[in-house]
T-cell receptor
């Protein structure tokens, strides 16, 4: 079955630690995205990538970093510089940047204490 | 930046009732998408709209792309318990390279 997987589903970290969230897709999509969702709010774009080895900052990139070494994978690192890292993180993909239908993974809930 | 306003923010309805929600923007969009999100899960794409005035159905769901291109509407007919969740609209315009999401409409079905 084609789809997007995110792991783990729940992640707990101590303040000051970096943490990397995994996102893998087997849809053969070129474009991938990371969003952050806070309770009662919409989705805010962190980073996106339209092709391997290329990525762009979204609206709230500060305190986050990404890499795109393979088409299938787009990991997100939440660094210690992110002031409010506790949130629900969603990865998505689309065929490319101009086919706008984005498909989402199941999400990772990160709690930092 | 662009903003999408969804209304209502929440709805409490009885099973079997029809549901209407809408999304409005201060900017023109070329594409409208509607998603449903259940608690603790990722959003699932329900309907995509590409032309002003377009009306598209997916089972009991019907969505319309407003003629002004600044709004979209989603209707759910004969609601059932599994319709519970948060419905998000999202808009896209050429040259922006990213979707703009609304803040969601939370649908609750009263037994």
């Amino acid at each position: 079955d084609g789809g997007i997987t995110q792991s783990p589903k729940y992640l707990f970290r101590k303040e000051g630690q970096n943490v990397t969230l995994s996102c893998e897709q087997n849809l053969n999509h070129d474009a991938m995205y990371w969003y952050r969702q806070d309770p009662g709010q919409g989705l805010r774009l962190i980073y996106y990538s339209q092709i391997v080895n290329d990525f762009q900052k979204g609206d709230i990139a500060e305190g986050y970093s990404v890499s795109r070494e393979k088409k299938e994978s787009f990991p997100l690192t939440v660094t210690s510089a992110q002031k409010n890292p506790t949130a629900f993180y969603l990865c998505a993909s689309s065929i490319d940047l101009v086919r706008y239908e984005q498909y989402f993974g199941p999400g990772t809930r990160l709690t930092v204490t | 930046g662009q903003q999408l306003n969804q209304s209502p923010q929440s709805m409490f309805i009885q099973e079997g009732e029809d549901v209407s929600m809408n999304c409005t923007s201060s900017s023109i969009f070329n594409t409208w998408l509607w998603y449903k999100q259940e608690p603790g899960e990722g959003p699932v794409l329900l309907i995509a709209l590409y032309k002003a005035g377009e009306l598209t159905s997916n089972g009991r769901l019907t969505a319309q792309f407003g003629i002004t291109r600044k709004d979209s509407f989603l209707n759910i007919s004969a609601s059932i318990p599994s319709d519970v969740g948060i419905y998000f609209c999202a808009g896209y315009n050429f040259g922006n390279e990213k979707l703009t999401f609304g803040t969601g409409t939370r649908l609750t079905i009263i037994p």
